[in-house]
C-alpha cells in the first residue's frame, strides 16, 4: 500500500507494521564498537582522516570536520556532510568507540561509512542499528551484532 499523497517525498519509503509505508527523513546508524585499536582511537588525525574517507567511500559530500583531542586520552569529531554527518567519541582506555552516521535522503547507504568505519578499527566486538529519522514512532533495525549477544561465561 502506498502513503497518501501528502506523505509522498524524495526520500526512501519504510514499511512500518500493519503494511502502512510512511516517508523517512533519514537513516541513522549507530554502532558501538568495542575491542578496537586503542592506538587508533587515540590518534586525532588518523580518526579525522577515516572518518572523511568513509563519507567518501559511502558517496557524501563533505562539507568540513572538526576533531577534538582530550588529554590524557580520547577522541570526539563530526564529519558534516551535504546529506547530514558523521560523528565519533573514543574512549580507548576502554577499546571503545560510538559512531553516528546520519544520512538524508536515499543516495547514501550509511552502512557503506560504518562498515568502513568498524573494520579500520579492528572492532572485535560491535553492535550497529539503524534508526528511520523524522517519521514518528520509533522502530529500531537491529542490523547486526558480533558476539553481542553471548552469553557471559560462569567463571
Not at 536515499?106 to 579492528?122: G, N, Q, R, V
Request: with cysteine; charged share 25%; hydrophobic share 35%.
Amino acid at each position: 500500500m502506498d502513503p497518501p499523497e501528502n506523505l509522498r517525498s524524495n526520500y526512501g519509503i519504510i514499511f512500518l507494521k500493519g503494511g502502512l509505508s510512511m516517508d523517512t527523513m533519514g537513516r541513522h546508524v549507530i554502532a558501538e564498537l568495542w575491542e578496537c585499536n586503542e592506538d587508533k582511537l587515540n590518534d586525532v588525525q588518523s580518526l579525522e582522516k577515516l572518518f572523511v574517507d568513509a563519507a567518501l567511500k559511502a558517496g557524501a559530500e563533505v562539507r568540513e570536520a572538526a576533531f577534538h583531542k582530550f588529554a590524557p586520552q580520547g577522541v570526539s569529531g563530526v564529519v558534516i556532510i551535504s546529506e547530514s554527518h558523521l560523528t565519533v567519541h573514543s574512549f580507548p582506555e576502554h577499546g571503545y568507540a560510538s559512531i553516528d552516521v546520519f544520512t538524508c535522503g536515499d543516495t547514501i547507504d550509511p552502512h557503506t561509512a560504518s562498515d568502513f568505519i568498524t573494520a579500520e578499527l579492528e572492532a572485535g566486538r560491535s553492535e550497529i542499528i539503524e534508526l528511520p529519522r523524522g517519521m514518528g514512532p520509533v522502530h529500531i533495525q537491529n542490523r547486526d551484532s558480533k558476539e553481542m549477544n553471548k552469553a557471559p561465561s560462569s567463571s
